[in-house]
């Protein structure tokens, strides 16, 4: 079986400084990772994606996120957030043991305040 | 592109009710599935479709049936309508069962009284 942990419910920072959303996951095999964005009373977008190589993935508006394969950690990241970054940030997990079926996780709140 | 279009966006259902949410999408994609998605719980698979005349069931399918008899078009149908269906759903789309960089649809918020 395969899971997320998304460990904080809410993240809370102020405009201009860094933002930091975690996520670890357990998965057979090599895991296919995700970062999915949900703002209110919309679908997900895709924000970003780990298949193989760099461990540094950069994503849409100027998101990056660390692959760490001994901690099994994805976290996204972002050097300065913005108000527009408020919103709901889904972690996912995806692997070929599971017929490449997407697990997430419960998500994390964000909020920027100006 | 439109994209993934989802119908209706809202619903409000009585118990034992029976109803179609409508999913399609315009990038001929091979890959289709539907999540519900509850508070605390992120998204959970309810059936996907790796490509016409082919479904299978995900981690919540009890109570749901799909179809995919075109490319373009996955509908979910409630054969009867619980409370605990309550929820948002959410069809997305992508180019294979691979690439999860999948496209989500607006969502249909169901309400069963």
């Known amino acids: 079986a395969q899971s997320v942990a998304q460990p904080e419910d809410q993240v809370n920072v102020a405009e201009g400084n860094p933002l930091t959303v975690k996520c670890t996951y357990s998965?057979?095999?090599?895991?296919?990772l995700f970062w999915y964005v949900q703002y209110p009373n919309r679908g997900l977008q895709f924000l970003l994606k780990y298949i193989t190589g760099d461990n540094l993935v950069k994503g849409s508006y100027g998101f990056e996120a660390e692959f760490n394969k001994s901690q099994t950690s994805f976290h996204l990241k972002k050097p300065s957030a913005l108000v527009s970054d408020s919103a709901l940030y889904f972690c996912a997990v995806s692997s070929r043991s599971n017929d490449y079926k997407l697990s997430f996780g419960a998500g994390t709140t964000v909020t920027v305040r100006a | 592109n439109a994209g993934v279009t989802q119908t209706p966006k809202f619903q409000v259902l009585k118990t034992g009710q029976s109803m179609t949410l409508q999913c399609a999408q315009d990038m001929n994609h091979e890959y289709m599935s539907w999540y519900r998605q509850d508070p605390g719980m992120g998204l959970r698979l309810i059936h996907y479709?790796?490509?016409?005349?082919?479904?299978d069931q995900g981690e919540v399918p009890n109570g749901y049936n799909v179809s995919r008899s075109t490319t373009e078009d996955f509908p979910l149908r409630l054969l009867s309508a619980a409370p605990s269906q309550t929820s948002v759903y959410f069809c997305a789309s992508s180019y294979s069962v691979k690439n999860n960089e999948q496209f989500f649809g607006p969502g249909t918020r169901l309400t069963v009284l």
């Open positions: 479709s790796v490509g016409a005349g082919i479904t």
């Open positions: 998965v057979s095999g090599n895991p296919y």
